[in-house]
């Protein structure tokens, strides 16, 4: 059973930092879509980070882009999420997820419970 557990979600000011991260159990890292996906209240899902399959290749939405930084370390099964110089329009609830490429899109198969981060002005 592959289960997704995020921590390290909190209250931070802005232009502060924090780690997220997810551990993986019941499977490996390798062969996955790796993601994080935020969402704050009223407002629809966002993917803010994402891995790619081959292991190597990261993304990012424009509005994390140079803040946010993406990794995994393999050996240990838990994915990252760095985040600096947060600001309010960073808070809310952060999921982690992994996936594999469906039609022409990636199916998100798999989700943690989600971390809250608090981000105070």
């Known amino acids: 059973q592959v289960q997704l557990a995020e921590s390290g979600g909190r209250s931070v000011q802005a232009g502060g930092s924090l780690t997220l991260a997810c551990e993986f159990s019941g499977t490996t890292l390798d062969n996955y879509f790796l993601g994080w996906i935020r969402q704050a209240p009223g407002t629809d899902r966002e993917g803010v980070a994402l891995f790619l399959a081959d292991g190597k290749s990261t993304r990012y939405a424009d509005s994390v882009r140079g803040r946010f930084t993406v990794s995994k370390d393999s050996a240990n099964n838990t994915l990252y999420l760095q985040m600096s110089d947060v600001s309010p329009d960073d808070a809310g609830t952060y999921y982690c997820?992994?996936?594999?490429?469906?039609?022409?899109?990636?199916?998100?198969?798999?989700w943690g419970q989600g971390t809250q981060v608090t981000v105070s002005s």
């Open positions: 997820v992994a996936g594999t490429m469906g039609w022409g899109q990636i199916e998100w198969q798999y």
